[in-house]
């Protein structure tokens, strides 16, 4: 349980450094902190279920292009967690690079924040 909180407040903060550093992808005006938080969970039952399924389905132009697709379903993911929350993307290249961002923020939070 404290794993799971744990991430949990990880991908929140993640989401919201994101949104503070790039333009492509911010909170609604007035989003309150619920709101960064079912962005966060939101985003981590869609990595958690969505990212492996779509990662399967397209297998094949992933080894085509030695895992660069990945990071094509990463913007997947990130834009349509921005349709079921205040998170916005302005379009999917926006989410693309802000999937990316969030990568090497996530990475980095990781890195900090290990137990």
């Known amino acids: 349980m404290r794993k799971l909180l744990a991430r949990l407040l990880l991908n929140t903060l993640a989401l919201w450094l994101v949104s503070l550093l790039y333009q492509g992808v911010s909170f609604a005006p007035?989003?309150?902190?619920?709101?960064?938080?079912?962005?966060?969970?939101?985003?981590?039952v869609a990595n958690a279920f969505l990212r492996p399924l779509f990662?399967?389905?397209?297998?094949?132009?992933?080894?085509?292009?030695?895992?660069?697709?990945?990071?094509?379903?990463?913007?997947?993911?990130?834009?349509?967690?921005a349709q079921a929350t205040a998170l916005q993307v302005q379009g999917f290249?926006?989410?693309?690079w802000g999937a990316l961002i969030l990568s090497l923020v996530s990475l980095v939070l990781n890195w900090l924040l290990r137990d």
């Open 30 to 44: 007035g989003a309150g902190l619920a709101d960064y938080l079912v962005a966060g969970a939101i985003w981590g």
């Open 55 to 81: 990662l399967f389905l397209t297998l094949p132009l992933n080894l085509l292009t030695l895992g660069l697709f990945t990071l094509v379903v990463n913007g997947v993911v990130l834009y349509l967690v």
């Open 93 to 96: 290249v926006e989410a693309f």
